[in-house]
C-alpha cells in the first residue's frame, strides 16, 4: 500500500474514532495542524490510516497515529512510521520523537526511539516521550600507514623489534581506504624516524599521484630540505614533533615559510609529558605547554598519542584528550593509539575529537571499513 498526503477533512474524523471517539471533532484538531504535513493510507478513498509531521529548529515531531479499528494489525501504522523514519533521515533532522501511549512503546523501539524521562496521565491515557537522535558533529576519521622498506607495516610501543608487515604494497591499501570513502590518510616513514632523514617519500609521491587522498606525512622531517621533498612529493600536510621540541627557531620559520596550516603537529607523551625521537626520550614539558605555544603560532591541527596505549588495542586515552579539547575548544584535536572498536570511536567523538588516526585496529579487523564510513 501506497502512502499518501492525507486531507485534513479525512485526518479529524479517524483520530477521533480512534483516539477519543467520547470527545467532540474539535478537540482532536491541533492548532499548527495546517502548518503540518500529514501521511496516510487510503483504500477505495477511505483514509485507513494517519500520521501527521511537524518540524522546528531542525527536529520532527510526529504525533496522532491512528488507523480504523478494523484494519488494525495489518501493519498500517508501522508502514507509516517507516515513511517518517525515512523523511526525518533525508531532512537529516537532529531528533524524531513523540508524545506516545505507554502501551505502544514496542513499535516505537522497533523503529530506533527510546523512551526519555517518566511517563505523564492525559485524559486517562499514560503516555511518555520516545525519541531517537542523530549525531550533528563529525569526526574525521584518518586510517595510518606506516613505512619500512617501502612496505605496510606496524609496530607495538614504537618498537622497531614489534614489527608486523601487512602488506608489501602501500598504495593498494591507500586505494581501498579510498574506495571506502575515506578521505584523509597518516603516512608514516618509520625508516625516515630512525635516520632523521626522509626515505620513503617514493611511497608518498605514487599514493599521492594515483589517489584523491589528503596526506599528512611524518617521519624523518629534521631540516627545511625535508620539508621541501614532503610537499614537493603530493603531501598536504607535514607532521612534525621532535623538530617542534629540540629546534623552536627551525620549526617556527618552517611556519611562517609554509603556513601553519600546512603542518601537522604530533604531541606523543608519557604521562602527560612530551615523548620525542621515537618515544625514546622523555621530556619534562607538560602536553599542554606544549600545544598552546604552537597554538599561538597559528598551528591549528595537532594529534595527540598516549605512548602507553599505542599499538596495544586496549582503548584510548579518553579522559586525557577530554582534559586537552577543554582546555583548546578551538584546536582541531586529532586523537591517537590504542582504537579497538567502534565503541572507542564513539567515546572519542563524544569527548569532542575532530579526527582520529586508526591503524593496527583496521588491519587487525577489529574495525571494518564499512564501520568508519559513518563517522565521516
Not at 85 to 114: D, F, H, I, P
Not at 211 to 239: K, M, P, R, W
Not at 249 to 267: K, P, S, T, V
Request: aromatic residues 8%.
Amino acid at each position: 500500500m501506497n502512502v499518501q498526503v492525507a486531507k485534513l477533512d479525512d485526518v479529524w474524523p479517524l483520530r477521533q474514532e480512534v483516539m477519543y471517539p467520547e470527545l467532540p471533532i474539535d478537540a482532536v484538531k491541533l492548532p499548527d495542524d495546517a502548518a503540518g504535513s500529514h501521511f496516510g493510507i487510503y483504500e477505495d478513498n477511505q483514509l485507513l490510516s494517519v500520521v501527521s509531521v511537524f518540524e522546528r529548529n531542525g527536529e520532527m515531531q510526529f504525533r496522532k497515529l491512528a488507523t480504523r479499528r478494523d484494519k488494525q494489525g495489518k501493519g498500517l501504522a508501522w508502514i507509516l512510521l517507516q515513511h517518517v523514519l525515512k523523511l526525518a533521515e533525508q531532512k537529516k533532522v537532529t531528533r524524531l520523537w513523540c508524545n506516545a501511549r505507554l502501551s505502544a512503546t514496542g513499535l516505537y523501539k522497533k523503529m530506533g526511539l527510546q523512551q526519555s524521562g517518566a511517563p505523564w496521565n492525559n485524559l486517562g491515557h499514560e503516555f511518555v516521550v520516545m525519541e531517537r537522535k542523530w549525531r550533528t558533529q563529525k569526526m574525521e576519521i584518518i586510517p595510518a600507514i606506516d613505512i619500512i622498506d617501502g612496505k605496510c607495516v606496524r609496530l607495538t610501543q614504537g618498537d622497531y623489534e614489534q614489527k608486523k608487515v601487512y602488506n608489501e604494497h602501500p598504495l593498494e591499501v591507500a586505494r581501498a581506504f579510498e574506495d571506502a570513502g575515506l578521505k584523509r590518510l597518516h603516512l608514516v616513514d618509520l625508516d625516515g624516524a630512525k635516520a632523521k632523514t626522509v626515505k620513503n617519500w617514493k611511497v608518498l609521491e605514487a599514493i599521492a599521484g594515483k589517489t584523491n587522498l589528503s596526506i599528512d606525512f611524518g617521519g624523518g622531517i629534521a631540516e627545511l630540505a625535508d620539508v621541501q621533498i614532503v610537499f614537493n612529493s603530493g603531501a598536504h600536510y607535514a607532521t612534525v614533533g621532535s623538530i617542534a621540541v629540540k629546534k623552536e627557531e627551525e620549526f617556527a620559520r618552517w611556519l611562517l615559510a609554509f603556513g601553519a596550516n600546512r603542518f601537522l603537529l604530533g604531541a606523543d607523551v608519557k604521562e602527560k609529558k612530551i615523548a620525542i625521537h621515537g618515544w625514546l626520550e622523555q621530556t619534562d614539558i607538560d602536553v599542554k605547554d606544549f600545544i598552546r605555544k604552537y597554538q599561538q603560532r597559528g598551528v591549528q591541527q595537532v594529534f595527540c598519542t598516549d605512548v602507553s596505549k599505542d599499538g596495544k588495542l586496549e582503548g584510548p586515552s579518553i579522559e586525557l584528550y577530554k582534559e586537552i579539547i577543554g582546555e583548546f575548544p578551538s584546536l582541531h584535536f586529532i586523537a591517537s593509539g590504542g582504537v579497538s572498536s567502534a565503541a572507542d570511536l564513539d567515546a572519542l567523538l563524544e569527548a569532542g575529537c575532530k579526527g582520529v588516526i586508526i591503524g593496527k585496529a583496521i588491519y587487525e579487523n577489529r574495525i571494518s571499513l564499512a564501520d568508519l564510513q559513518r563517522y565521516n
